[in-house]
């Protein structure tokens, strides 16, 4: 599985996020690829991720991918991003 995270220059509040990710997927026992990147990047990056997390500014930015696009409020909160994994992945 592939997950890119996503913010508007790739190396800040991406790599927290990408941070914040792994600890969820680590609690749930999934295996996942997790990539930050900037808004560029992820144009290219979704087209063979199967989710992507980013905030509600930069999403519709992403223009057509076949990943599930998922909002995040709050890049730091892990209870708002383990909710949303959660309902994405089905865990």
Known sequence: MKIVAVCGMGIGTSVILKMNIEKVLE???????????????A???AQT??????????????????ADVVVVDN?????????KLVDALDL
């Open 75 to 83: 890049f730091v909160d892990e209870q708002e991003i383990e909710d």
């Open 49 to 66: 991720a199967d989710l992507v997390l980013t905030s509600a500014e930069l999403a519709p930015q992403l223009g057509e991918v076949p």
């Open 27 to 41: 609690r749930f026992d999934v295996d996942a690829q997790v990539e930050a990147a900037d808004i560029s990047t």
């Open 43 to 45: 144009r290219g990056a």
